[in-house]
């Protein structure tokens, strides 16, 4: 069993849709959770980053986190074209530098 | 512009054949982080250097190295070169030698390494 699993996708969305992405991790060492999207072609970049279990919300995204479950997800609202790309959760253990990925899940939003 | 450069973007070379794989990281950033994605095992993690110093290892093969040179630019080496090398090499760099305070790491766009 991967320490990380992450459905790969692709999910495909009409243009405004709600959308859910989600992870589940097996090592309950990890503390620090992250959420980044990469467009192709291109290096992942951070789009959110939660330590607790709950809820944090920044403009359209919010990142979700259960620490008992081993779960976390991440909420699109009103999503658009250019939301389009693959998004790879990514944790860390408390006392470690490293991150280890998800191996992304791809969105496609239609206009 | 993540501010990472990594050089060259694309590369093409034969199996057994040896490779260096060059990145610059963001200004001020002492940390860098080496990389692998593939299509099969995503996002690995393969070497992590410090201010000139190594600080962690991942899944790196013996037959890949890396360094960490004064100025901070890192290279990575990859020799004897097998089909299964083939991937996109990313290097990141951040702030500090942990990446938990915010988790973030600043990616630049990639090596693309095709092994034929």
């Known amino acids: 069993q991967k320490e990380v699993e992450q459905d790969p996708g692709p999910l495909s969305v009409p243009e405004g849709a709600i959308v859910s992405l989600n992870c589940t991790y097996s090592?309950?060492?990890?503390?620090?959770f992250m959420w980044y999207r990469q467009y192709s072609r291109k290096g992942p970049e951070l789009l959110m980053y939660t330590y607790s279990s709950g809820n944090k919300e920044d403009g359209r995204f919010t990142a979700q986190v259960d620490k008992s479950s081993k779960y976390i997800s991440l909420f699109i609202r009103d999503s658009q074209p250019s939301d389009s790309a693959t998004y790879l959760c990514a944790m860390v253990r408390s006392g470690y530098s490293t991150l280890t990925f998800g191996k992304g899940t791809m969105l496609l939003v239609s206009p | 512009d993540s501010g990472v450069t990594q050089t060259p973007k694309h590369l093409i070379t034969a199996t057994g054949q040896r490779v260096t794989l060059r990145c610059s990281p963001r200004s001020g950033d002492l940390s860098v982080y080496w990389y692998q994605q593939s299509l099969d095992q995503g996002l690995q993690f393969l070497i992590q250097?410090?201010?000139?110093?190594?600080?962690a290892k991942g899944n790196i093969l013996e037959r890949f190295s890396a360094q960490q040179f004064p100025d901070l630019h890192s290279e990575l080496n990859l020799s004897s070169l097998e089909l299964g090398d083939s991937a996109l090499y990313f290097c990141?760099?951040?702030?500090?030698?942990?990446?938990?305070?915010?988790?973030?790491?600043?990616f630049g766009e990639g090596s693309r390494l095709t092994v034929l």
């Open positions: 250097y410090y201010n000139g110093e190594e600080r």
């Open positions: 990141a760099s951040s702030v500090v030698g942990r990446a938990t305070n915010t988790g973030e790491l600043f």
């Open positions: 090592n309950s060492a990890f503390q620090y």
